[in-house]
Nanobody, 115 residues
Framework: QVQLVETGGGLVQPGGSLRLSCAAS????????MGWYRQAPGKERELVAS???????IYADAVKGRFTISRDNAKNTLYLQLTSLKSEDTAVYYC?????????WGQGTQVTVSS
């Protein structure tokens, strides 16, 4: 079973930036499409960005042009660069497989956008 550890969250002002990281245990990380999800208080978890094993990306409309997903297969690490942050981006951010059965969820990393 793959273990996922998300880091990099924090408190940031509107318009600010953050870079999230997701470290995955095991060597199978590189063969799977991966995604970043977020869950705001009282809302369902949603997929905001995904990247295939080959590097093709898809973004939810709410984050398109502001977030950038990337991966380093040699380091078994997934990244999410967040820019032009808005208050509505406040959520706990998680990484996991983008399709198919998900792995056990990590603890997530809290992103709070507030002045």
């Amino acid at each position: 079973q793959v273990q996922l550890v998300e880091t990099g969250g924090g408190l940031v002002q509107p318009g600010g930036s953050l870079r999230l990281s997701c470290a995955a245990s095991g060597s199978i990380f590189s063969i799977y499409g991966m995604g970043w999800y977020r869950q705001a208080p009282g809302k369902e978890r949603e997929l905001v960005a995904s990247i295939t094993s080959g590097g093709s990306t898809i973004y939810a409309d709410a984050v398109k042009g502001r977030f950038t997903i990337s991966r380093d297969n040699a380091k078994n690490t997934l990244y999410l660069q967040l820019t032009s942050l808005k208050s509505e981006d406040t959520a706990v951010y998680y990484c996991n497989r983008a399709r198919g059965p998900v792995w056990v969820w990590g603890q997530g990393t809290q992103v709070t956008v507030s002045s």
